[in-house]
């Protein structure tokens, strides 16, 4: 069974940065996978900010978020990281770390697997 646990959110003023991490366990073959990041901010839909074949390299990334977010992997390790500068207040939101078996995009749907989620204030 897939368990993923997401650690880093918190308070942040606009214009500063935050690193998400993403553990994951019961993987049995990481390098098939795809790990995503999602937001959902209160009243919307969830989102699809990026995503990382751990195999190869970033299959997704919003354009809201390009230039200022980047995702990373440690295959040894089965953590992804979001990292994310230059916060505006838009960013705030519940980050969830996601897996996919394959290659996937930004579409939640794809991913059968889910975080908890972590909490990420951006103040202005």
């Known amino acids: 069974q897939v368990q993923l646990l997401e650690s880093g959110g918190g308070s942040v003023q606009a214009g500063g940065s935050l690193r998400l991490s993403c553990s994951a366990s019961?993987?049995?073959?990481?390098?098939?996978?795809?790990m995503g990041w999602f937001r959902q901010a209160a009243g919307k839909e969830r989102e699809g900010v990026a995503a990382?074949?751990?195999?190869?390299?970033?299959?997704f990334r919003a354009d809201s978020v390009k230039g200022r977010f980047s995702v990373l992997r440690d295959n040894f390790k089965k953590q992804v990281y979001l990292q994310m500068n230059n916060l505006a207040p838009e960013a705030t939101a519940v980050y969830y770390c996601?897996?996919?078996?394959?290659?996937?995009?930004?579409?939640?749907?794809?991913?059968?697997?889910w975080g908890q989620g972590t909490q990420v204030t951006v103040s202005s």
């Open positions: 996601a897996h996919c078996s394959g290659i996937c995009g930004g579409i939640a749907y794809e991913y059968r697997s």
């Open positions: 019961g993987i049995t073959e990481i390098e098939t996978s795809t």
């Open positions: 990382i074949y751990m195999g190869g390299s970033t299959t």
